[in-house]
């Protein structure tokens, strides 16, 4: 393993498949799972919030950190969204390989 991650990013519904498809076409990640309505309890300006919104699983690597976290801010519409990367520790080896490829491989045009 060279620096997998998972980053977890929340975003409204309607954006939710245009920041996946974006983050994965550019090779910011190699697979973007989406959990569609998802319930978040939050507190913001002093009010408690209760939203429906969408959760990305986004599995890519610390080497894209930067550019995938800029993309997420340039498309997700919230004020303040959260963009949270977890390392990987330990995972399947041929599925870490086939990320790690994908994430390297040529963007086509």
């Known amino acids: 393993m060279a620096g997998e991650a998972l980053v977890l990013v929340t975003c409204g519904g309607n954006e939710a498949g245009e920041i996946a498809r974006s983050l994965v076409e550019e090779r910011l990640a190699a697979c973007v799972s989406v959990l569609p309505r998802v319930t978040s309890t939050y507190r913001f300006r002093g009010e408690v919030h209760k939203d ?19 993309r997420v801010l340039e498309l997700n519409s919230y004020e303040v969204p959260e963009i949270i990367l977890l390392p990987i520790e330990a995972g399947h080896g041929p599925y870490l390989d086939w990320l790690n490829q994908e994430l390297n491989a040529e963007v086509k045009n």
């Open 52 to 70: 429906e919104e969408s959760l990305l699983l986004i599995k890519t690597n610390k080497s894209h950190w930067p550019s995938l976290k800029a």
